[in-house]
């Protein structure tokens, strides 16, 4: 079965400091990549989402990912977090089963940023 | 932008009771989805839903549980006996196709189960 594996649960950073949230998954075959976003009290958003092409995406808030292939790997970046970054962050991959889109998300990482 | 609306946002059900989750895919969508995350847990999938039936649902899915369009808008999930682990918070998502199309979640349902 498809797996996502997000290895930090919770990250605790002061403003301006760099951010990379770590996201592998387990699946051979072409995939989707999603990163979400979950502000407290909110509903998930995207953030940024990968299908085919360059293999490093940019998405809303300064944030960008980058797709390698061969480590099954999409990890989250931002070089410097603000205080409003503060949330959970979800990777997701999307697979198609041949009748539906399925998205298998990982157990998501809590950002705490400091002032 | 379109977003997918969900009600209510928190319903509060006694062990055994029936309760019926809501939602209002975007308009022009085609496939539905309800998933839910458990409290310090991860988003899982419950079921996908296209041209009227079920297309793929997870173990999670038994026959408590149904889902409906009743109408051309609304969306439902039903949970037929509602059990202590059900409390959860549901989300609703639609997209316009499968694939590569982007699936556009709502805001959730918080249930809680007493």
């Known amino acids: 079965a498809q797996s996502v594996s997000q290895h930090n649960h919770h990250v605790i950073l002061s403003e301006a400091a760099s951010l990379e949230l770590g996201c592998n998954y387990s699946?051979?075959?072409?995939?989707?990549l999603f990163w979400y976003v979950q502000y407290p009290g909110q509903h998930l958003q995207l953030l940024l989402k990968y299908f085919s092409g360059d293999p490093l995406v940019k998405g809303i808030k300064g944030f960008e990912a980058e797709f390698i292939k061969s480590k099954f790997s999409f990890n989250l970046r931002k070089p410097s977090v603000q205080w409003s970054d503060t949330a959970e962050y979800f990777c997701?991959?999307?697979?198609?089963?041949?009748?539906?889109?399925?998205?298998?998300f990982g157990t998501g990482t809590r950002l705490q940023v400091t002032l | 932008e379109p977003e997918v609306t969900q009600t209510p946002s928190h319903q509060v059900t006694q062990m055994g009771q029936e309760v019926i989750l809501r939602c209002v895919p975007i308009?022009?969508?085609?496939?539905f989805y309800w998933y839910r995350q458990i409290l310090g847990q991860k988003v899982e999938f419950l079921v996908s839903?296209?041209?009227?039936?079920?297309?793929?649902k997870s173990e999670i899915f038994d026959d408590q549980f149904s889902v409906e369009r009743p109408d051309g808008s609304n969306f439902t999930l039903k949970i037929r006996s509602t059990k202590l682990e059900d409390s959860a918070m549901y989300f609703c998502a639609s997209s316009e196709a499968p694939g590569t199309s982007l699936a556009y979640f709502g805001a959730g349902t918080r249930l809680s189960v007493l």
């Open positions: 699946y051979g075959g072409t995939v989707n």
């Open positions: 308009s022009n969508h085609l496939y």
């Open positions: 839903f296209y041209n009227n039936e079920i297309s793929e």
């Open positions: 997701a991959v999307g697979f198609y089963t041949g009748t539906a889109s399925k998205l298998t």
